[in-house]
């Protein structure tokens, strides 16, 4: 039974998993891949400024292992880092490791989506190839580490739609779909997306320790 928005009043006979994250939308997501496990998931306390400067590298690994051992450290428990990027062809690979800051860490979805759009003014329907790339790391109080890895190709489509999910959903439409991610919404996104193949081996890795 996975459940909980915070460290405070969580059961201390179920193991408790940390997320170093304080994107709501992307620990919701979290939370929702590992319903059905032991575990209660929480979202680290304050991560917007303990987790601040952490986030520095322009590799998702690197950026995963730097926030689960963060917040390993601040909470003594197990603790889950991911970063996540959009990688364009056309631009060869951007903005990968740098989408969620790529105008400035307080640019909205909105504002980062049109930035997109802007870059690839004119770019046809056949040369919008892209991926979503996700990169999950846990942190053992131990110190030990393990990562999993998942990766949607797609296309960027040539005008936002949809209003489900977060970040570029709007834009990113997956193969084999006609559809946006923000168009599928969340029963079909966390069957195919990036994330949610990482964290299906999250799933394994945990279970693994029951």
Do not use: W
Not at 90 to 107: D, F, Q
Not at 142 to 148: L, P, Q, R, T
Not at 184 to 189: E, F, N, P, T, V
């Amino acid at each position: 039974m996975v459940r909980g928005n915070g460290a405070k009043g969580l059961s201390k006979s179920i193991p408790i998993l940390m997320v170093a994250s304080s994107n709501a939308g992307k620990v919701r997501e979290l939370r929702e891949f590992l319903e059905g496990l032991p575990v209660e998931v929480a979202m680290l306390p304050n991560a917007k400024n303990v987790l601040r400067g952490v986030e520095s590298e322009d590799d998702y690994e690197a950026n995963a292992i730097a926030k689960a051992r963060r917040a390993a450290e601040l909470s003594g428990m197990m603790a889950l880092g991911e970063d996540s990027g959009l990688e364009v062809e056309h631009l060869g690979g951007a903005p990968g490791p740098l989408s969620a800051r790529v105008i400035s860490a307080n640019a909205s979805a909105c504002q980062k989506n049109q930035a997109l759009l802007g870059r690839l003014e004119g770019v046809p329907k056949g040369k919008r190839a892209a991926r979503f790339v996700s990169v999950v790391a846990i942190a053992e109080p131990s110190g030990e580490i393990h990562v999993f890895r998942g990766e949607c190709l797609g296309t960027i489509a040539l005008e936002t739609a949809g209003e489900h999910g977060f970040g570029y959903d709007p834009l990113f439409i997956p193969d084999r779909y006609d559809k946006t991610f923000g168009e599928l919404g969340a029963d079909i996104k966390n069957k195919i997306s990036h994330r949610a193949l990482a964290m299906a081996k999250v799933r394994e890795y945990l279970a693994s320790k029951q």
